[in-house]
């Protein structure tokens, strides 16, 4: 079975910084993308960045890169987001995924029509002006 679990999220004030991390398991980790995705009160699921964890390359949307980083441990199976001078407007549930289309997720960014298994519950980030 497919699986993600999320954690490291918590309260900080503008400016601070969090890790997350993304334990994954039930599917060979190094043959798929995976992405990071948030998701605001009242807002649909948005991809934030993305890693080929065969090669390292990544992508950003333009909200939050020069702040955040993504980064994997191929051994550990698990993907990891720092996210530092973080802004009220980042406060959301953190998720992580694999998308199957590499390509996609690396130049478009993840999208959550191309995940597969299930979510995990999730990493709350809540960011204090």
């Known amino acids: 079975e497919v699986q993600f679990v999320e954690s490291g999220g918590g309260l900080v004030q503008a400016g601070g910084s969090l890790r997350l991390s993304c334990a994954a398991s039930?599917?060979?980790?190094?043959?798929?993308?995976i992405g990071w995705f948030r998701q605001a009160p009242g807002k649909e699921r948005e991809g934030v960045s993305c890693?080929?964890?065969?090669?390292?390359?990544?992508y950003y949307v333009d909200s939050v890169k020069g702040r955040f980083t993504i980064s994997s441990d191929n051994a550990k199976n698990t993907v990891y987001l720092q996210m530092n001078s973080l802004k009220p407007e980042d406060t959301a549930v953190y998720y992580c995924a694999a998308d199957f289309d590499t390509r996609r997720c690396l130049t478009r960014g993840p999208k959550a029509q191309r995940v597969f298994g299930s979510w995990g519950s999730g990493a709350q980030v809540t960011v204090s002006s």
């Open positions: 890693i080929n964890t065969s090669d390292d390359s990544t």
């Open positions: 039930g599917f060979t980790f190094d043959d798929y993308a």
